[in-house]
């Protein structure tokens, strides 16, 4: 088959033939619709200090966004079969850690990822463990449901911050924050106020339902916030830009009380005056690794189903796998969107 491979060390990856996935009794092999690039994809492709320090064996298959229609079951697989249409889960739990056996799936002691410690979804076939593969409906277009891993991450994170009725910044408006905001209007936040130094990526914001947009590279950011709310602060903040000073300032927005979920990952440690910022305003703090296996699903799948969510102006580019270079360098430089490929 066809599949974007990394083989060595260093910046790049090539388009190669390279086996098919041999099935474990518990796999189910999935012929690929449609991939989409993410972050971590330019981390592994690009390979830093994060890609050569997350335990990836090379050569392999990058990508772990994908939707697909499963072609083939292991001997012990129970709940798919050939034709059912699928979305992949990317944390592959060991189901016996303590987290696995209280509910927390996700953040499992001996979490695997796929497209991160077993190949991908760069190709024309993947192969991924029965209980990734999450079953969707059929009214999900391909290229959507290829980006539902990282819009459960979104709309969990709404979740978590109770976002109906309530005043709530995005920080961030990279795809995750994009998707955030959308999340946000359709459980019933009241205000959404987009925060970004991308003015694409805030035109984009508004279009989805942020019904305040800020260019903090133009103003300062906390001081809007607090404007617009009247001098109280925002209700909650969702922070998708991994950037420590927004995150700083999206502490200093936060009324007291208030709520915070936090996706980015910061490229160096944050220095936080805890009492003013955390102790005295009471806030409460949730870090978001991924879905909630699988109760995010079901509540993204629902809403998907019924029309509440709108993200097709995220995804900006569709181009052939063969393009994937075009694709990186699309990502690397912040233009729109998700890119998504197609084998």
Not at 124 to 151: D, G, H, M, Q, T
Request: net charge negative.
């Amino acid at each position: 088959m066809k599949a974007i491979v990394k083989e060595n060390p260093g910046k790049g990856a090539c388009l190669k033939e390279y086996p098919m996935p041999v099935l474990g009794e518990g796999d189910v092999l999935i012929k690929i619709k449609a991939a989409a690039i993410c972050g971590t994809d330019l981390h592994i492709y690009d390979w830093n200090n994060w890609a050569q320090n997350a335990g990836i064996k090379l050569p392999t298959v990058l990508g772990h966004e994908c939707s697909g229609e499963v072609v083939e079951v292991g001997a012990a697989v129970k709940t798919l079969k050939a034709g059912d249409y699928v979305a992949c889960e990317t944390h592959i739990p060991c189901g016996k850690c303590y987290q696995c056996r209280n509910g927390l799936q996700h953040i499992c002691a001996n979490l695997v990822i796929y497209g991160v410690h077993t190949d991908g979804c760069f190709a024309e076939y993947s192969k991924i463990p029965e209980e990734c593969a999450v079953r969707i409906p059929e009214s999900i277009n391909p290229n959507v449901a290829a980006v539902l891993e990282p819009l459960g991450t979104a709309v969990r994170a709404c979740i978590e911050i109770q976002a109906s009725g309530k005043n709530v910044a995005v920080i961030g408006c990279g795809p995750i924050g994009l998707m955030a905001v959308n999340a946000a209007k359709a459980l019933g936040a009241a205000n959404i106020i987009a925060v970004d130094v991308n003015s694409l990526r805030l035109n984009i914001a508004e279009g989805l339902g942020a019904t305040h947009i800020i260019n903090s590279a133009e103003v300062d950011s906390a001081g809007r916030i607090l404007e617009v709310t009247n001098g109280v602060g925002v209700d909650a903040f969702i922070d998708a830009s991994g950037n420590t000073g927004a995150i700083l300032n999206g502490f200093k927005s936060l009324r007291k009380g208030g709520r915070v979920a936090l996706i980015g990952l910061p490229s160096k440690p944050l220095e936080i005056d805890l009492g003013p910022y955390v102790v005295f305003k009471e806030a409460s703090i949730v870090g978001i690794h991924g879905r909630r296996m699988y109760e995010t699903w079901t509540a993204m799948s629902n809403i998907l189903d019924k029309g509440l969510l709108n993200i097709d102006p995220i995804i900006t580019h569709v181009i052939k796998l063969e393009e994937y270079e075009k694709g990186f360098e699309i990502l690397e430089k912040g233009y729109g969107g998700k890119v998504i490929l197609v084998p």
